[in-house]
């Protein structure tokens, strides 16, 4: 039997999503949990890695079990009862044995939270305290740069062969004091998203033209953009399949 499950979870506590020896990740302290529930060595399969200090709110995980889960709501109480506060499970179902939440995806979105107003301490782990004025209008035309089909190994830390993805959409709002960047693409390359935002605010500051975006993109050399935002500021907002 194969299942679906929707998590969400606060990155401050966690070195990520991916196991690691000698650090606490998401997805390790799930599969302790798992196991205690179901008395087996359940190993879970994400929709794709986050960093350190990223946060989630719908990340996507598959694991295998050779039983029938019967009550899929108290299944969920009992594992977030597991679960320290800063990791909540949010549904389960079961789906189709050939499923992986990772190659089954079609599309993620990522959203990154800005400050622009004053210093924030109390939120510091939940948006980069950028703490100055960004001009929406001006980067949208460097963001526009960056839809469609590219190798975005400019923009990227990755060591993959293959790394060339698509931007469907990026979407750049304001909230308050808070500037929303809102990507979705067919997948994202390791530090994609935050070199990206880096970029965005280089081109803020006149620190990149829009001539430098056309450069890293027709030009890629791994993590040349250089400049990455904060893990804080990142949250991995939909899973789509």
């Known amino acids: 039997?194969?299942?679906?499950?929707?998590?969400?979870?606060?990155?401050?506590?966690?070195?990520?999503?991916?196991?690691?020896?000698?650090?606490?990740?998401?997805?390790?302290?799930?599969?302790?949990?798992?196991?205690?529930?179901?008395?087996?060595?359940?190993?879970?399969?994400?929709?794709?890695?986050?960093?350190?200090?990223?946060?989630?709110?719908?990340?996507?995980?598959?694991?295998?079990?050779?039983?029938?889960?019967?009550?899929?709501?108290?299944?969920?109480?009992?594992?977030n009862n597991l679960l320290q506060k800063s990791i909540r499970i949010k549904s389960i179902k079961k789906v189709n044995d050939k499923f992986n939440a990772r190659f089954n995806a079609k599309s993620k979105t990522y959203i990154y939270v800005i400050n622009q107003g004053e210093f924030d301490l109390f939120h510091n782990d939940y948006f980069y305290n950028y703490n100055k004025k960004i001009n929406i209008r001006k980067i949208k035309k460097a963001a526009k740069l960056l839809i469609g089909k590219h190798n975005f190994l400019s923009f990227s830390t990755s060591t993959l062969n293959d790394t060339i993805r698509t931007i469907n959409y990026i979407k750049i709002s304001k909230k308050q004091n808070n500037v929303l960047i809102k990507v979705n693409g067919n997948g994202f390359l390791r530090n994609q998203v935050r070199m990206i935002v880096g970029s965005l605010l280089d081109f803020n500051e006149d620190k990149k033209t829009l001539d430098d975006f056309k450069n890293l993109l027709k030009n890629p050399q791994k993590g040349s953009c250089i400049t990455k935002a904060p893990g804080c500021g990142l949250y991995l907002y939909k899973v789509e399949y």
């Not at 194969?2 to 390790?28: C, E, I, L, N, R």
């Not at 990223?54 to 299944?75: E, G, I, K, P, T």
């Open 1 to 79: 039997m194969t299942y679906k499950v929707t998590v969400s979870y606060d990155g401050s506590y966690f070195h990520g999503w991916a196991k690691q020896p000698s650090h606490t990740t998401v997805q390790q302290t799930i599969e302790v949990a798992l196991n205690k529930l179901l008395n087996k060595k359940i190993s879970i399969y994400g929709s794709g890695r986050t960093d350190s200090y990223v946060h989630a709110l719908n990340q996507v995980f598959s694991f295998s079990y050779d039983r029938q889960l019967m009550d899929f709501d108290n299944f969920v109480i009992a594992l």
